[in-house]
């Protein structure tokens, strides 16, 4: 057992409000200089929607991620050992600056200097890229509340396999139904980016799991870009390095979220860590398709098992660590509960950031009945859902749609049981029944409300120091200190005097 330690996360989607606070946050300390004017680490799509850059979720078109091969093998999609030195030189499957955008600003000194006239001055838009006007036509969110459907939300690649009745009603005026999907750089466990990199600048963080790249060794080969299905390594023109997310490490290492989560308004970010089996990772993403999101959570790891933290210790992991994957919210949404769900598992590189899956455009069709389970079945919102279970399938389960369903049936139970709890309108037998039907307690039920609709800052983020000079072993056991567990307390592992 290769036991390692991942930080990772969870995005509540109820609960983004679509703001762009997180990207505005990311933008201002990341990406705010020449060559990287294109480039949005964070970024809010609203889906359906063909996102940023266009169609990034066709792979058939960019060959990013893994595919398994007749003779059981994992390999990328973009390239073999035969034709990655040719790819090197002309590598055509990566977004070009018309799938993402030509990043503008405007000649605000027109309005200050232009002479006495009738007309009001006004900024013309001019190409950040070349200097010279140009005639805005897309933005990295261009299709943001389903703006320009015809042209956007239409050609989403989910909704492929969606019937025409389910297609059209996903745009019709009255019930128009959308979500929002914030996305940065999962992390993955399983990083296509890094295995595809010519000069090895790719690589991730063995304390933590972060995926970063070395500037010195990169040399703008940008395999990466194509390789990553899930486009979030740039390709800045001026320096000719790649460039991605690093979850802001420098703020992690001091004990701070990332900005994109530190800025999020609807709280809908969550911090932690978990433990998997390296040695399973391989052999997970080799399941078929619907099974991948179980096989992902196989090579997950439960952190209060001694054994796992044997392993853990034994593999370098700190105390520290070990202690914030026993309270990590991650931990509890993935495998504790079973709510969240990584997105597009189908690219087999194992995200290590996860979903809740929107459960309010599911909802939000019914009537005025809404919160009263009756008739037959208590989850008949499900099969008349104005977000279709098909298409956040596609989304979140590789198809599958029992996966997302369940999830949903459990988001449903909690709403109805703490609904019970306040106003006294519902059938105590039913209530039951719900909870029941979702696979739930209400000891569950209530720890699922508290985390999801009042988190404190040190319930959404449980933050291990990765600095060395603060990872110091404890000087303590339970066989020499009375009473110390080293696991278990809020505080971290007691350091004896």
């Not at 790891?301 to 914030?324: I, K, M, T, W």
């Amino acid at each position: 057992m290769d036991v390692r330690a991942q930080v990772s996360m969870v995005f509540h989607l109820d609960k983004c409000i679509g703001c762009h606070t997180c990207s505005v946050a990311c933008k201002n300390v990341w990406t705010d200089r020449a060559g990287a004017e294109y480039m949005w680490w964070n970024n809010v799509e609203t889906k359906p929607g063909t996102g940023y850059p266009s169609r990034w979720e066709d792979q058939n078109n960019y060959q990013g991620g893994w595919e398994v091969t007749d003779g059981r093998e994992l390999k990328l999609k973009s390239q073999n050992k035969a034709s990655a030195f040719f790819k090197m030189l002309f590598n055509p499957p990566q977004p070009t600056m018309k799938d993402y955008y030509e990043p503008w600003s405007y000649k605000y000194d027109d309005l200050f200097s232009s002479p006495l006239g009738d007309d009001q001055p006004t900024a013309v838009p001019i190409s950040q890229i070349t200097g010279e006007p140009i005639d805005i036509k897309s933005g990295p969110n261009w299709d943001d509340d389903l703006s320009g459907s015809p042209v956007h939300a239409e050609n989403d690649v989910n909704l492929d396999e969606l019937s025409e009745e389910e297609r059209n009603a996903l745009f019709e005026v009255e019930r128009i139904s959308m979500m929002y999907l914030p996305r940065i750089c999962n992390h993955c466990a399983n990083p296509s980016c890094v295995a595809s990199c010519p000069s090895g600048a790719l690589y991730k963080r063995g304390e933590d799991g972060i995926v970063l790249v070395n500037q010195d060794k990169c040399r703008g080969w940008r395999a990466c870009v194509t390789a990553c299905p899930y486009k979030k390594v740039y390709y800045n023109w001026k320096t000719g390095k790649s460039e991605k997310c690093i979850l802001c490490y420098p703020r992690l290492e001091t004990g701070q979220a990332p900005a994109c989560f530190h800025s999020c308004v609807g709280r809908i970010r969550y911090l932690g860590v978990l433990l998997y089996d390296a040695e399973r990772v391989t052999e997970a993403m080799k399941a078929p398709a619907q099974s991948l999101v179980e096989a992902q959570r196989s090579a997950l790891l439960d952190p209060n098992d001694p054994e796992v933290q044997a392993a853990a210790r034994a593999n370098g992991v700190s105390e520290e660590f070990l202690h914030a994957a026993i309270h990590s919210p991650v931990y509890k949404y993935v495998m504790e509960w079973k709510l969240a769900l990584p997105l597009h598992v189908e690219f087999r590189t194992m995200p290590m950031l996860f979903y809740v899956p929107p459960l309010l455009p599911v909802m939000g069709k019914n009537d005025a009945s809404l919160y009263e389970p009756t008739g037959e079945g208590f989850f008949t919102a499900l099969e008349n859902a104005r977000m279709p279970i098909k298409f956040l399938s596609k989304l979140f389960s590789a198809g599958n749609e029992s996966v997302v369903e369940a999830s949903l049936r459990k988001l449903m139970a909690v709403r109805y049981y703490m609904r019970s709890l306040e106003i006294n309108d519902v059938d105590s037998v039913k209530i039951r029944q719900v909870m029941h039907e979702a696979g739930l307690t209400e000891e569950e039920a209530k720890a699922i409300h508290a985390l999801t609709a009042i988190p404190t800052v040190d319930d959404r983020f449980v933050l291990p120091p990765i600095q060395r000079e603060r990872a110091i072993e404890p000087t303590c056991s339970p066989e020499v200190c009375k009473g110390c567990t080293g696991f278990g307390e809020k505080e971290p592992p007691h350091r004896g005097a």
